[in-house]
């Protein structure tokens, strides 16, 4: 097991026996008999910093990253009981609070090691180790406050309740707290540069967490050089891209690779709680365990990914007068092949080896499903239906796309290696959803089969053999990893001017993506600073889609209205992968940029100011 869950497990018990309370991450983590013992011996003291990695566990900071890529541009939930999509959201919409008090935990508990730590009895050497985690960590919390609150109270001791009461501090000087908590981790002799793979300490954070943690910070304060530093020494540090392929690079054997710099440890134990539920919430029913696809892949996102010569996809280009129909009649581009012939054959080559009345029934069965489907089409869209040839139409403009998208995303008519009645079978997505997922002809199921939509592919378990508990997904979940400090290496890069080596650093994201490269063709030949900048923001976009950490970008670019809401033209929503709205996203006002002060907060403590546009 690894060893932060191990003191994960060790902490909460100690928690539970030392304290009486109900819910302790409401307030704290422990209560004042435990906190005074909890820094006594070096055991102890490991604990307490253990105990500050615990709070990665809760929804909003790291463990439910789909809770966050629900705002990017790359998803979308189809529980549709998102405020801030629907622009309904109010300061007392619970998302507020809840992710106040998740991050604050954290922070209370960073505080109170950074306190008790310099009077333990312990060596200088671990104590400094342990101190510089603490304020990575606070750095971390503080982050992630900051960047949707814009300035938030600084607390930097333990309090009580009735003692919350500082005023916000300005964005910037949270910014500033941040950095010099991570400059003092930074120049911490005792704090290592990075952990090895394999060894026992592996997933702490170390001094490539704090550099590139503070790059980021700089690319919010826009100290363009500073963040070049920083993203430059993560490299030197011995981090790289991981080269035996994007998609197996969210596996479980590959967690620990050089390009990973700060990750959520997870474990699948026999019904532990130390998973993660991504593959729950991004699978389908024929997804082992039968899962929920809550977050699907955004129909807009995936049109924006190029073709493989890095030129913009077009459906037009492969399917002339798409763009031309009616929005509901381009359903018959999606729909399965008919074709008896065509049919029998497809069914066949994958193993099929019933009868051939069995066979005649499927096909019939089938061609009654796509007939029910023309008939709610036009006269028109009817006419372009091929009964022999409509699946490898539509397959052919995915195939020739960024490779990305097809390891990301679970594409019309793409297979996928599931699990049904935990027997392993290679699934098909096709449409409409015939009703056969444990037997032939082995079509994708989800929890939406009114509706074709495109499924995450992207931590999604395959096969049986996985993980044993579909609420438990044992594979690491990316916090910060190479590929975004490289990204970010590029941005700071070209807004400092330097577009050419701005150039030459995203083109090695793109070409372990292999797309591609940027100035290789017309279709990639950079039109200077401006047209970097965009390249550099959808590079971002395709790089960490399902990852939960775009939303954050976009509100630092101030792009969310564009990328999210389609500049809040009408066009945005959830969608069937043709373009037909399930129901729309509504943007609430540029205030949505910044989110409110929870009301809960700002009722108890009266000091604290809301932001503009929010009351």
């Known amino acids: 097991?690894?060893?932060?869950?191990k003191l994960f497990i060790l902490t909460a018990t100690a928690i539970a026996i030392s304290s009486c309370q109900g819910d302790l991450l409401d307030t704290k983590p422990y209560d004042k008999a435990s906190s005074g013992s909890m820094w006594s011996n070096e055991n102890f003291c490991t604990m307490g910093v253990a105990s500050i990695y615990a709070t990665l566990r809760e929804g909003y900071v790291a463990k439910e990253a789909y809770l966050m890529e629900a705002f990017s541009v790359g998803a979308t939930c189809r529980d549709n009981d998102y405020p801030l999509l629907a622009g309904t959201a109010s300061i007392g919409s619970g998302i507020f609070s809840d992710y106040w008090k998740q991050h604050?935990?954290?922070i209370y508990r960073a505080n109170d090691a950074i306190v008790h730590l310099p009077d333990a009895p312990i060596s200088e050497s671990v104590k400094g180790k342990l101190l510089s985690e603490a304020k990575v960590l606070r750095a971390f919390y503080y982050y992630k406050l900051n960047a949707v609150f814009r300035g938030v109270p600084y607390y930097n001791t333990p309090m009580e309740l009735d003692q919350a009461d500082k005023p916000r501090e300005s964005e910037e000087n949270i910014w500033n707290f941040c950095i010099q908590d991570l400059t003092d981790a930074i120049n911490d002799p005792n704090f290592p540069d990075r952990i090895a793979a394999g060894k026992a300490e592996w997933g702490h954070v170390t001094k490539s967490v704090a550099y590139?943690?503070?790059g980021k910070i700089y690319l919010w304060t826009k100290e363009w050089s500073k963040a070049e530093a920083d993203f430059r020494k993560v490299g030197e540090l011995g981090h790289s891209l991981f080269q035996d392929g994007y998609k197996q690079l969210f596996k479980e054997a590959n967690e620990q690779s050089d390009e990973a710099i700060f990750s959520l440890q997870c474990i699948d134990n026999n019904g532990s709680t130390y998973g993660n539920s991504m593959s729950f919430r991004y699978g389908g029913r024929t997804t082992f365990g039968s899962c929920w696809n809550t977050m699907l892949a955004s129909v807009d996102f995936v049109e924006t990914y190029e073709n493989i010569d890095g030129s913009k996809f077009n459906w037009d280009e492969y399917i002339p007068g798409f763009s031309s129909l009616d929005i509901k009649d381009r359903e018959v581009f999606f729909l399965r092949n008919t074709d008896p012939a065509t049919v029998k054959a497809q069914y066949r080559e994958i193993g099929f080896d019933g009868t051939e009345e069995a066979l005649d029934d499927m096909v019939k069965k089938i061609k009654a499903k796509v007939d029910g489907r023309l008939e709610k089409l036009s006269d028109k869209a009817k006419?372009?239906?091929?009964?022999a040839g409509n699946?490898?139409?539509?397959?052919a403009a995915y195939d020739s796309r960024d490779p990305r998208l097809a390891q990301t995303v679970i594409t019309p008519y793409a297979t996928y290696d599931g699990s049904g009645n935990s027997v392993d079978h290679t699934f098909t997505s096709r449409w409409p959803y015939y009703g056969a997922d444990t037997d032939y002809p082995y079509d994708l199921r989800t929890d939406t089969q009114s509706h074709l939509y495109y499924l995450f592919r992207k931590f999604v378990a395959e096969g049986s053999s996985e993980m044993t508990n579909r609420e438990q997904s044992p594979i690491d979940l990316p916090i910060i990893r190479y590929a975004t400090v490289v990204i970010g290496l590029a941005e700071a890069l070209n807004e400092q001017g330097k577009t050419d080596e701005a150039i030459e650093w995203l083109n090695k994201v793109r070409q372990r993506a292999g797309v591609a490269l940027l100035n290789s063709n017309t279709a990639t030949m950079v039109q200077g600073q401006e047209d970097m900048r965009v390249r550099i923001q959808n590079e971002f976009r395709w790089e960490t889609a399902g990852e939960g950490v775009d939303f954050y970008e976009e509100l630092r670019w101030k792009t969310w209205k564009e990328s999210k809401f389609n500049n809040a033209d009408g066009t945005a929503g959830m969608k069937d992968v043709w373009g037909?709205?399930?129901?729309?996203?509504?943007?609430?006002?540029?205030q949505y940029y910044v989110w409110p002060i929870p009301k809960h907060e700002t009722d108890m403590n009266k000091s604290l100011t809301q932001n503009s546009g929010w009351n």
Request: proline share 6%; net charge positive.
């Open 1 to 5: 097991m690894k060893l932060l869950n």
């Open 391 to 395: 699946e490898a139409r539509i397959k």
């Open 212 to 214: 590139a943690l503070r």
């Open 580 to 590: 037909t709205i399930t129901y729309p996203y509504t943007w609430g006002g540029d």
């Open 383 to 387: 006419a372009l239906y091929l009964p």
């Open 104 to 106: 604050y935990a954290g």
